[in-house]
Every structure is written in structure tokens, then in C-alpha cells.
């Protein structure tokens, strides 16, 4: 298994993927799982913890995420509402379709747009696309 990925497995005991709005966070799409390990590799080089880094995939992570829309009802409407009067909305609908397509998701903290620049940079490097930093007020690409 490649460090920091959760894998999907109907088993009940897995702890849940995170589900709230990446915040000082960069995320990026790896298709493949040497993609991951490469990305991984690039961001723990860089001085990120391994235990910081998150990837998600496959069927357990579209499983959660709309039973997070479930639960949270009215909220996760408005913020769809939100996140349609904005570019957010087209950014989380490329990100879902890549779970469906059975892509990764890669996310790893970055405290500022400086750091997230380089992390980006990492990332992208070392084969990620769309990559995304989602800042506590705006979300910048830094990588098609």
C-alpha cells in the first residue's frame, strides 16, 4: 500500500475520509497509483510529513461524499448554491468526476501562498494535474 493513500474497502472499521472544504490545502489529481507514489514522495522530500498528506480514490470516497451531502442537508445545498455563482463549483465537479473515472485525489497543507507555490510546483512535477490551492478565502490554480 503507498504511504498516506486510503484505499476504497466497504469495511466499517476504516476511519472516514475527510469530508469539510480543504482549507490551506493543495490538491491535485494523480491517474495512476505510480502517480501517487511519485507525488508522495515529491511533497514527504519537500518536508511534508507523510501523516499530513491525504489521497483518496475509487468508490468509497464517492460513497462518503454524498452521504456528507445527505446528512448535511440544507447546508450542502447552500453551499452548492454558492459554489454555482462561482468557478468553485466547476472545480469540485472536475475533482468528483476524477473519483469517478478512478483517479486520486492528493491534498497536502500549505500555510500560505508562498508555500503552496512550491507544493504545487512539487506536485505538478512529479505528475499531478489540476492542481488547486484552496486558501481560507480564495482558491488559486496553480496547475492545469
Known amino acids: 500500500m503507498l504511504p498516506g493513500v486510503v484505499m476504497p474497502d466497504p469495511s466499517p472499521q476504516e476511519p472516514p475520509i475527510q469530508s469539510t472544504y ?3 490545502e493543495v490538491v491535485g489529481i494523480a491517474d495512476e497509483p505510480s502517480a501517487v507514489q511519485a507525488v508522495v514522495t515529491a511533497l514527504t522530500q ?4 507523510n501523516g499530513s498528506i491525504e489521497v483518496i480514490c475509487g468508490a468509497r470516497a464517492r460513497r462518503e461524499l454524498d452521504a456528507y451531502r445527505a ?3 440544507l447546508k450542502s445545498r447552500l ?3 454558492a459554489q454555482a455563482l462561482s468557478d468553485e463549483r466547476s472545480l469540485a465537479e472536475r475533482y468528483e468526476q476524477a473519483l469517478r473515472d478512478d483517479a486520486f485525489l492528493v491534498l497536502a497543507p500549505a500555510a500560505d ?3 503552496s507555490e512550491r507544493v504545487g510546483e512539487a506536485m505538478q512535477r512529479s ?6 490551492y484552496y486558501g481560507s478565502s480564495t482558491i488559486t490554480a496553480l496547475a492545469p
Open 22 to 24: 480543504p482549507i490551506r
Open 46 to 49: 519537500r518536508g511534508i510529513p
Open 71 to 73: 446528512e448535511h442537508g
Open 79 to 81: 453551499i452548492r448554491i
Open 113 to 115: 501562498s508562498a508555500e
Open 127 to 132: 505528475g499531478a494535474h489540476f492542481v488547486n
